[in-house]
């Protein structure tokens, strides 16, 4: 039953009670939405930064490992390289030093320069010995060269030895064929013995001579600061 | 009395209305952060890509060059060879044969601190001789007078 006026006023209240309800909301919704996309920037933002941090880590470590692999390879490259020059470098010397043991034997088909050579072996035995009796032991292919050259002997170690005498025997066991040249001496029974062989002359002096070989192949060490 | 609960129920209406859009947004808000997840996944994913990518390249940079290094080592190491080689050659003759000089050039010395009175002997026994060495000088010299 109510005046028309009042009808009309109430719808008017309601209508503006809706709208104020609705626009409550409207502006709720939108303080919520706000806030959700806020949320998702920070959220997606800090779990991409963390994770990018990771992967950075990572691949640097990665990348660290792989130069130093490089770096590595590159130290044995080049270790292997000085390995291998100085190996040869060590052949060529003996190679030089077994080439001349080959030749060793070359001397004893010249009596006139191999009788010195065996006279002054044996002397050089003697002076070491200073015993009154010697055995020489010989080549058999020497036999008469070294009875040649025994009274020389013998006047050489007299004479540095201002009157003693020696007595030398040659042994009837004579050095095997395949030793190039020299003598072995001995006395008293075997007991002290000198080999005086072209091959033990040989090792001796290569021995003491390998950095004189080397600087003739291959030129003085510019590295070397001491020479003695 | 109709209207009255018309407008009563068109505000519970709206009301209702209201309540449903917020909720509407609380869910919407959830969803975005669960989109968030997502997406920071699927960026990272393709962070991962790319550095993985470029590191893929270093690598086979680095395999290239160590090729490239190994022939450059060997190459230089053959020339030091080759040229060591003509060295030698140079030079081998001369140190063989020097080698062998020393080898048959004996100056037989006496030891430095060796003193000697001299001696007044007979002449030297003779001292060729064949046989076993004896161990006293004095049965040798027999044994040579007999020989002799």
């Not at chain 2, 893929?56 to 395999?63: C, E, F, G």
């Not at chain 2, 080898?103 to 007979?122: D, G, S």
Request: negative net charge; hydrophobic residues 35%; aromatic residues 4%.
């Amino acid at each position: 039953m109510g005046s028309k006026v009042e009808a009309v006023d109430v719808n008017k209240q309601i209508k503006h009670m809706m709208a104020f309800i609705e626009q409550e909301a409207n502006e709720k919704v939108e303080e919520i939405d706000a806030k959700a996309e806020e949320e998702f920037n920070i959220e997606k933002g800090r779990l991409v930064h963390q994770q990018r941090i990771k992967i950075q880590e990572y691949y640097d470590k990665r990348l660290k490992q792989v130069n130093l692999q490089k770096k590595i390879q590159n130290s044995n490259l080049q270790n292997q390289a000085r390995l291998k020059v100085l190996k040869a470098r060590e052949d060529h010397v003996y190679g030089v030093v077994e080439e001349a043991r080959r030749r060793l034997g070359q001397i004893t088909s010249d009596p006139q320069r191999y009788g010195p050579v065996l006279q002054a072996l044996i002397v050089q035995g003697l002076f070491q010995l200073l015993e009154p009796v010697v055995t020489v032991r010989c080549r058999q292919a020497d036999l008469s060269l070294v009875q040649s050259i025994l009274d020389s002997a013998v006047r050489q170690y007299k004479e540095a030895t201002k009157g003693m005498n020696v007595q030398i025997k040659i042994d009837d066991t004579f050095l095997p064929a395949n030793v190039c040249g020299g003598v072995e001496m001995h006395t008293k029974g075997n007991r002290i013995k000198i080999v005086n062989t072209l091959e033990s002359r040989l090792d001796l002096l290569a021995g003491q001579m390998l950095p004189e070989i080397r600087t003739s192949l291959f030129g003085r060490n510019m590295n070397r600061k001491f020479d003695d | 009395m109709t209207r009255t609960s018309d407008g009563i129920s068109s505000l519970l209406a709206a009301e209702k209305k209201a309540v449903e859009k917020i909720e509407d947004a609380k869910k919407n808000k959830v969803r975005r952060l669960k989109a968030a997840k997502e997406q920071a996944d699927r960026e990272i994913e393709g962070l991962q890509r790319e550095q993985e990518a470029e590191f893929r390249k270093v690598q086979s940079a680095h395999s290239g060059s160590k090729d490239a290094m190994v022939q450059r080592v060997d190459g230089e190491t053959e020339a030091r060879l080759k040229s060591m080689e003509s060295d030698v050659a140079t030079h081998r003759e001369q140190i063989i044969a020097r080698i062998l000089s020393m080898v048959y050039e004996i100056t037989p010395k006496m030891h430095e601190n060796a003193r000697f009175e001299q001696q007044e002997q007979p002449a030297p026994p003779k001292h060729v001789q064949y046989g076993h060495q004896e161990e006293e000088p004095e049965d040798q010299e027999e044994d040579q007078e007999e020989e002799e």
